[in-house]
């Protein structure tokens, strides 16, 4: 049958919009597994990772400043086994980037969560992209990716993270679905990739006027079916 797992992949425009409401946007999708983008990452960067995920009622499994913002947290009902960060080459002038990992288990599935935010620049994105891939292809378990490609299903950097992969808004028939801006939405930069074993059950871009004030890009919100471990 699979297990079941509801996942959140979300840019929380680094806490610079209403955080009451972002709280509780997340708070209410009820998820097991939050991938953040534009987290904690500098001064005190653990103890405001702490306090954002205690607000979303969860708790840090990986990220923050070691991945540059990007943040894995997860809901008591799953067990993080180890996880791991990664950074990108920098470009001279250029904000420095990377990725997030945890191997995870719920129930008797086992799985890896990863999370990234690629570059604003068309030069140096398609460099980050297959960094991140490489770092997907090192998962043993089957992989969910969240994360802002800062470009669209027919951008280069998309093509080779999701190669392999499951586009979640597409398996569920949603690929009309924008992410960004949540002002002026006309853009789906914003994406769940997951392992072709993985079954997506359900899939949205919640767009209220909560989520609105909550950060710049909409959350992405999927309930999934994991595969029992073999």
């Not at 923050?64 to 080459?89: D, E, H, Y």
Request: charged share 25%.
């Amino acid at each position: 049958m699979g297990v079941p797992l509801r996942v959140v992949s979300y840019n929380i425009h680094s806490q610079r919009d209403d955080t009451a409401a972002l709280a509780a946007v997340v708070r209410a999708a009820r998820p097991d597994v939050v991938i953040v983008q534009e987290g904690p990452r500098r001064f005190r960067w653990r103890q405001k990772s702490a306090t954002l995920a205690e607000s979303f009622g969860l708790v840090v499994a990986a990220g923050g400043l070691p991945a540059l913002g990007n943040l894995l947290l997860t809901s008591l009902r799953v067990q993080v086994r180890a996880t791991r960060c990664q950074r990108f080459p920098l470009t001279p002038g250029r904000h420095l980037r990377g990725a997030a990992y945890a191997e995870c288990r719920v129930g008797d599935a086992r799985f890896t969560l990863a999370g990234s935010h690629l570059s604003t620049d068309l030069g140096e994105r398609p460099a980050q992209a297959a960094e991140f891939k490489r770092g997907l292809d090192e998962a043993t378990s089957p992989v969910l990716a969240g994360a802002d490609l800062n470009e669209g299903p027919d951008g280069p950097a998309w093509a080779t993270v999701s190669r392999g992969l499951t586009d979640a808004a597409v398996a569920a028939d949603r690929a009309d679905r924008l992410t960004y801006s949540c002002a002026e939405p006309r853009r789906r930069i914003d994406a769940l990739f997951v392992d072709p074993r993985i079954t997506v059950v359900d899939y949205d871009v919640v767009d209220t006027p909560q989520t609105r004030r909550a950060s710049d890009h909409f959350p992405v919100l999927v309930d999934l079916l994991l595969p029992d471990a073999d």
